[in-house]
């Protein structure tokens, strides 16, 4: 069972990155996949979820309007699209996705907005 994270890295504010999480190890399809992020000193937050099918996607207020979260099950990947980025943005994130018996999480990826 493994998440790999990538796509973090150092942007302006107002700026876009794309991160990507690649899934191993389970039936990828079958499950909804989450992001998180944790900010310094901060509690680890529930950015967005895409169900299985893509469908009914959930974003969090903080976020809503300016993130896009998708998935390839073809390529067993999900994405988050950050648009309109802001310092407040700055996190680690984190994929995340939740089996019948053992959550699992990605090893993070460092997001920083800072001009």
């Known amino acids: 069972l493994q998440l790999v994270e990538s796509g973090g890295g150092l942007v302006q504010p107002g700026g876009s990155l794309r991160l990507s999480c690649a899934a191993s190890?389970?039936?990828?399809?079958?499950?909804?996949m989450s992001w998180y992020r944790q900010a310094p000193g901060k509690e680890r937050e529930l950015v967005a979820t895409?169900?299985?099918?893509?469908?009914?996607?959930y974003y969090s207020d903080s976020v809503k309007g300016r993130f896009t979260i998708s998935r390839d099950n073809a390529k067993s990947t999900v994405y988050l699209q950050m648009n309109s980025l802001k310092p407040e943005d700055t996190a680690v994130y984190y994929c995340?996705?939740?089996?019948?018996?053992?959550?699992?999480w990605g090893q993070g990826t460092l997001v920083t907005v800072s001009s």
């Open positions: 895409v169900p299985s099918a893509g469908d009914r996607t």
């Open positions: 995340n996705v939740l089996l019948a018996l053992v959550e699992v």
């Open positions: 190890g389970f039936t990828f399809s079958n499950y909804a």
